[in-house]
Structures are given as C-alpha cells and as structure tokens.
T-cell receptor, first 115, second 115 residues
Framework: NAGVMQNPRHLVRRRGQEARLRCSPMKGHSHVYWYRQLPEEGLKFMVYLQKENIIDESGMPKERFSAEFPKEGPSILRIQQVVRGDSAAYFC?????????????FGPGTRLTVT | AQSVTQLGSHVSVSEGALVLLRCNYSSSVPPYLFWYVQYPNQGLQLLLKYTTGATLVKGINGFEAEFKKSETSFHLTKPSAHMSDAAEYFCAVSDRPLGNEKLTFGTGTRLTIIP
C-alpha cells in the first residue's frame, strides 16, 4: 500500500508566480490535511478537506491561498503571486474515514523556495 | 484553544543514556496526544499516540510516553539512546472528540546523540 504521495518534492518559484502543490492520499483515505512548516518551526495547520468539501480552513491565509480535493484526482494546494515569506515545507497528511485510528499519515512534503 | 509546549528545542544525550523529551499541552477537552519523528528532509512518522485507556503507551523503536492529566504532560522517553534516534521530535494534540482531527504541534525538539 503506497503511502501519501506529494509532488513535486522541490519547487522553485519567482516572486509573483503561482505554485501548485499536489497530494495523493493513501488508498482508501478520504480526509486530507495540509500543514506548513517554516524554517526552525513546528508544523502549522492550514486546511482540512474531505472529498469535494472544505471542512476547516481556519489556518489558511485569507488571500492568495486556496485548496481543493476533487472527487477524482489529488488534492491541490494553490498559492498565487508567491512572496518570499511563502518559502516553507508544505506537508500533506491523510486519514481514513471514521476509522478510530485517530492518526494522520504524512507525505514527504514539498519544499517551496521563492526567489 | 489548544496548545503544545516542548521544553528544550535542542537535547543532547550520550549513546546508551536515557532519552527524555518534554511535552506539556493545553486543551479544553480530553486530549488525543501524539509524538512524531522527523528525519532530515523527510515527512513525519508516528511514534506513538494516546487516545483513551492505559496512560502509558508504547511506540516504535523502543519509545514510550505517559499521559499525566494532573500535570498536563505527555513526556517521551527511551531507556537507551541509539545513534539512529538523532532526529527532530514533535508533540501534537488533536481535538478529535469535537470531530475535527487537525493537529496542533509543538515547535519541536532536535535530539542529538553523542557517540
């Protein structure tokens, strides 16, 4: 059973460009979470999605950031008009629906560098 | 609001010595608590979790943690450190009982093992 997959692993963007980060959850998992890790800091929750629904986006910046998890295909975290402060590692995690395991399985992350 | 405090951003122990990484939490509901490990340039791997039941939980790689409600603590221990334990460790809390599984992380503790 493949784990959570994220691509690209490394992404370089110039200021003002768009960044699109993809996350494929583990097979059978319908819950996806995005977290951001700034240098020398812990992970900060951004958004929690289920298929075709945003459940909690309380950690998302109000502007330039959006996320989706369509019925088919991976979850996408989109950052428009990137700025240097967006440079960070972005992690996706998934969990199965109502499994009772209460744990999230993390992908290897996408490291975004804004130049 | 939930929060996690990890005392000591850097901890060094000698190989074979006791490992103790501290975690204190704040939660308005009975917490679900987790320890994750992160190796350089990798995602997070679950070490162990506490949800309900026995307060002393055992995880992978010889680690264990004890939930102490009176002290609001969930410290991570390992009797004998191994060189392969060198990594960053994150404590996290979830408000799962409220139906939202998002994790709130501490800022992490970097563990160095001295040969």
């Amino acid at each position: 059973n493949a784990g959570v997959m994220q691509n690209p692993r490394h992404l370089v963007r110039r200021r003002g460009q768009e960044a699109r980060l993809r996350c494929s959850p583990m097979k059978g998992h319908s819950h996806v979470y995005w977290y951001r890790q700034l240098p020398e800091e812990g992970l900060k929750f951004m958004v929690y999605l289920q298929k075709e629904n945003i459940i909690d986006e309380s950690g998302m910046p109000k502007e330039r950031f959006s996320a989706e998890f369509p019925k088919e295909g991976p979850s996408i975290l989109r950052i428009q008009q990137v700025v240097r402060g967006d440079s960070a590692a972005y992690f996706c995690a998934s969990s199965p629906p109502a499994s009772g395991s209460y744990e999230q399985y993390f992908g290897p992350g996408t490291r975004l560098t804004v130049t | 609001a939930q929060s996690v405090t990890q005392l000591g951003s850097h901890v060094s122990v000698s190989e074979g010595a006791l490992v103790l990484l501290r975690c204190n939490y704040s939660s308005s509901v009975p917490p679900y608590l987790f320890w994750y490990v992160q190796y350089p340039n990798q995602g997070l791997q679950l070490l162990l979790k506490y949800t309900t039941g026995a307060t002393l939980v055992k995880g992978i790689n010889g680690f264990e943690a004890e939930f102490k409600k009176s002290e609001t603590s969930f410290h991570l221990t390992k009797p004998s450190a191994h060189m392969s334990d060198a990594a960053e460790y994150f404590c996290a809390v979830s408000d799962r009982p409220l139906g939202n599984e998002k994790l709130t992380f501490g800022t992490g503790t970097r563990l160095t093992i001295i040969p």
